[in-house]
């Protein structure tokens, strides 16, 4: 999303252009044409201590040498206060798209209270008229501080009647922290493989569009309950359930293409159960992007279930949050419980992935303190860290007793302990009390990067149902975990698929969604990654895999 800066109090340099007539584009590739020059900022031939061609920030800005290489700088000097460079850059007669290249370096980043708050650059179209022209640039993003300097790249489409192009590197709104910016290049690029990508993106955003459907119950999946170790539906029949996560809605609020998500998962996937992140604060419209206090939000959810239900699936809704269970958290699913109360499509993850604490703080609560230990959280920002280091906690059962209190018996889905991963202290006394409900199905996470299987999971999966809520694995390593533990997905992901088979564990897998690592999908087509997606959906549709070793 790309939001309008009101003030422009910047100095403004003298812009020096390298402009294409038609015999020039003709004789030139497009690839020799810069648009903006000095981009490695290392010309001063004015003698001003700050780079040609470039205006100047103030206060923020500084015009860096290290080891004989010159940069820009942008520091945040106050928290909540933008650091931009504002630049005015023209744009050649016959310019279709532009490619942006650049390096960049941020270091200290503490972001601001909305996701936009952040290092980021934003561009915008102006016309001859100094009139705003749509759509706008892509507005690179970084939320958090990277691993020294690394290089990006992103290309565009130019609209017909732009003429300039405001470029505008900066630290929006954050609390702290540097932007190094450096070698950046602005030059014309082929059109075509842009065009032909928002136009296979328009298609996907048509064929998102999934018409509301009435209820009806006549199609609806059979109430389960829970049976030693397996899920029986009234008919007294095992009910096995395999599927995936549909994420988005825990991310964005206003996130609809994970409506036709769980469409696609139960249609062409085959899917019995889909497992729908969400996020309690969206709930209730604390959201920045949300101006109806939920309404909409809600009305997606209900959608989901409905669509899910009349298909004759199931849909576990997830409460994404992580660390331990809050008072708040068993406010929410008084709410939602009350809402689904018996809905026999619906189950109750109550919490995503506990981590940082014991078994009995996991059961009964307590204070927790700062986790220690192994950190899996680096996809959370600052202020979700900082959310999650010291408070007290109504544990599990705290959770398990908010939604019984209701008079809901659907079945409940309880996470393990070390981000869902351990299971082991369920078959050690740890187990929860249902006494007025369905039962309970304990929640397994595993990765690529996770070993133990047997020990972490076998002993409670011999006296409980077991949801694997989440699972896959990545050709794209994570930055977070050392990369030698992470398995290759060719190898790993076949005798993963086995395991689960071979003990008959219920499965939801991570994620069908392009930019949810571990991806099953490389687009909105749905179409699946060869090294997740596609062993995924061949065991949804019945194939069976060998279990050569477990890890």
Known sequence: MNHHVGFYSFVMAVVMLVCRSPVAAQAQSTDDVVIKPNGSFEVDQDGDQWPDGWANVNPGGSWVNENDNHFLRLTSTTPGKTVMLYQEIAIPDGVEAIELSWKQRITGLKVGKNSWFDARILMEFLDQNRDKVTPNPPAPASRKDTDGWVSKQVRFLVPDAATTLKFMPCLFEVNAGTFDLDDLVLRPTDPQPLLAAAKKRDAEIKARFVPVEQPDRSRWPKELHVVGNRLHDTDDQEVWLQGVNAGGLETLPHDRQVIKSVVVAIDDWNANCVRVPIKDAFWYGESPY????????????????????????????????????KAEHAEFWKDFATQYRDHPAVLFDIFNEPHGLSWEQWRNGGWIDEAEGTDESAFLNDQEKQNNRGFDSIGMQGLVDAVRSTGARNIVIAGGVFWCNDLSGIAEGYALDDPKGNGIMYSWHTYNWHTDWEKKVLATAAKHPIFVGECGADINKMNFIPLADQEDPYTWVPDMLGFIQKHRLNWTGWCLHPKASPVMISDWSYTPTPFWGAYA?????????PLNKTR
């Open 290 to 325: 949300q101006k109806d206090e939920g309404q909409e939000y809600r009305e997606i959810i209900d959608q989901i279930i409905t669509l899910a239900a009349n298909r004759g699936a199931y849909v576990a809704i997830d409460l994404h949050r992580f660390r331990a269970p």
């Open 537 to 545: 959906k061949r065991a949804l549709s019945g194939e069976m895999f």
